[in-house]
């Protein structure tokens, strides 16, 4: 059995030898023209710069700048570009494409534009749609160079369904848990929902990259000077990136700052890293016991915050 890594490796090798195939990237030519890939990538940034120096479009595309000098001069055998002295710096030289090197340029683009569309078109509109996403997806992963970093939020339509979705998926994966978990958020959250109090209670999202990671939720508890911590997850995904304790410090500080003399939560002995970031928040166990729910013996604790 490979192990995570590898199979890691293995879904994103398989995604590009399907992209390369489906989109024409191992044919000698791009989109029957009588360019490389390379080639036309090359002319892309010289219709797309003003005055690059060969240097400049190397390190724009991590292309070896022999390589690029080669195609370089061909282009200017076939009078596609033009060159002149770099008059801040005598050793560069300026590019930029000829009017012939605009005509072909444009005509490459119409031959891309032409077959993308016709890979669209083939598509049913929800597979469409799914790989315009993914498409956007993987754009922005490999052009944002900043870590992900989490931020809160609060809810948006959808969010409530979403949440309740994500932690029933969760806790039925790594638990086992059935579908009474799921029932329980679900009426949990609908009566918050329905008796909103904004001056006593809150909702927090976690997202990250446009993805939800995490949700926690204030609620008013069983005595008017107590607050409620309920629903806290964090997304396999985003654990380790400090969404947990983000979430617990917002529900904390909001807590506060409406009042409450204490925050109470209730949990199971068995989430462990969440009992973690509890107690790390300054909680403590006040009372535990057994019980029978969403198909699986467990024990039941409350944990408590004097604020």
Same mark, same amino acid.
């Not at 596609?80 to 300026?94: C, F, K, T, W």
């Not at 959808?158 to 806790?171: K, P």
């Not at 209730?266 to 009992?275: E, M, Q």
């Given at each position: 059995?490979?192990?995570?890594?590898?199979?890691? &490796?293995?879904?994103?090798?398989? /995604?590009?030898?399907? !992209?390369?195939?489906?989109?024409?990237?191992? +044919?000698?030519?791009?989109?029957?023209?009588?360019?490389?890939?390379?080639?036309?990538?090359? @002319? !892309?940034?010289?219709? *797309?710069?003003?005055?690059?120096?060969?240097?400049?479009?190397? %390190?724009?595309?991590?292309?070896?700048?022999a390589q690029i000098s080669r195609t370089l001069k061909r282009f200017a055998a076939r009078g596609?570009?033009?060159?002149?002295?770099?008059? $801040? *710096?005598?050793? *560069?030289?300026?590019l930029a494409l000829t009017a012939e090197g605009r005509a072909v340029f444009a005509a490459l683009e119409s031959g891309t534009k032409t077959a993308i569309s016709t890979l669209l078109d083939g598509l049913p509109p929800f597979r469409r749609e799914g790989l315009l996403a993914a498409a956007r997806a993987i754009t922005r992963i490999f052009e944002d160079e900043a870590p992900p970093r989490p931020v809160l939020r609060g809810l948006r339509p959808?969010? @409530?369904?979403?949440?309740?979705?994500?932690?029933?998926?969760?806790?039925a994966d790594e638990y086992g848990w059935n579908s009474e978990y799921e029932a329980l958020v679900a009426r949990i959250l609908a009566d918050f929902d329905r008796?909103?109090?904004?001056?006593?209670?809150?909702?927090?999202?976690?997202?990250?990259?446009?993805?939800?990671?995490?949700?926690?939720?204030? &609620?008013?508890?069983?005595?008017?000077d107590a607050g409620k911590l309920r629903l806290l997850y964090v997304e396999p995904a985003a654990r380790g990136a400090g969404v947990g304790k983000l979430l617990v410090a917002a529900c904390i500080a909001r807590a506060r700052e409406v009042g !409450?003399?204490?925050?109470?939560?209730?949990?199971?002995? &068995?989430?462990?890293?969440?009992?973690?970031?509890? +107690?790390?928040? $300054? /909680? %403590?166990?006040?009372? +535990?016991?057994? *019980?029978?729910? /969403?198909?699986k013996d467990l024990v039941g604790q409350t944990w408590s915050l004097a604020l």
């Open positions: 059995m490979m192990s995570n890594d590898a199979a890691d &490796v293995a879904t994103l090798r398989a /995604f590009n030898r399907t !992209y390369t195939r489906r989109l024409g990237l191992l +044919e000698a030519h791009l989109d029957k023209s009588p360019f490389t890939l390379s080639e036309a990538r090359i @002319l !892309y940034e010289l219709a *797309h710069r003003t005055d690059p120096t060969g240097a400049e479009i190397a %390190r724009a595309l991590d292309l070896d700048p596609l570009i033009a060159a002149r002295e770099d008059p $801040g *710096h005598g050793r *560069h030289q300026l959808g969010d @409530l369904g979403r949440v309740i979705a994500r932690q029933a998926i969760l806790y008796s909103f109090d904004p001056a006593r209670e809150a909702a927090w999202i976690a997202d990250i990259d446009g993805r939800i990671a995490g949700s926690i939720f204030l &609620v008013r508890g069983d005595a008017p !409450y003399a204490r925050l109470d939560l209730w949990t199971n002995s &068995v989430l462990a890293a969440a009992r973690h970031i509890y +107690e790390q928040a $300054g /909680f %403590r166990l006040i009372d +535990e016991a057994p *019980h029978r729910s /969403f198909g």
